[in-house]
């Protein structure tokens, strides 16, 4: 299993910055790919940014935030970071910090409870 649970919501203006955190812990955390959903209002929950938790070296982003978003990890620490440069009120919703370990059988999903981030003047 894996539990996870995320921290820095907040409200900010537009333009501004926001780091949220995400604690990782349990037996299946070293097979997993770590992610962040966003889920704005009305709208269904996407993926925003991923990252390989054994390696670090491959990320992806949604097209909606690559260049101001950057996802990160401290394995020591079993942290999962994202930051976000120059909000926008698009970024508004609530984080989700997942993981998935995906086996030969089936795929193990976990979701965190999520953060709310607000961008708003």
């Known amino acids: 299993q894996v539990q996870l649970e995320e921290s820095g919501g907040g409200q900010v203006q537009p333009g501004g910055s926001l780091t949220l955190s995400c604690k990782a812990s349990?037996?299946?955390?070293?097979?997993?790919?770590l992610g962040w959903y966003r889920q704005a209002p009305g709208k269904e929950r996407e993926l925003v940014a991923s990252?390989?938790?054994?390696?670090?070296?491959?990320?992806s982003y949604a097209d909606s935030v690559k260049g101001r978003f950057t996802i990160s990890k401290d394995n020591a620490k079993r942290m999962l970071y994202l930051q976000m440069d120059s909000l926008g009120p698009e970024s508004t919703g609530i984080y989700f910090c997942?993981?998935?370990?995906?086996?030969?059988?089936?795929?193990?999903?976990?979701w965190g409870r999520g953060t709310q981030v607000t961008v708003s003047s």
């Open positions: 997942h993981a998935k370990d995906s086996t030969y059988y089936r795929d193990y999903v976990f």
């Open positions: 349990g037996s299946r955390l070293g097979d997993c790919d």
């Open positions: 990252i390989k938790w054994s390696d670090g070296r491959t990320t």
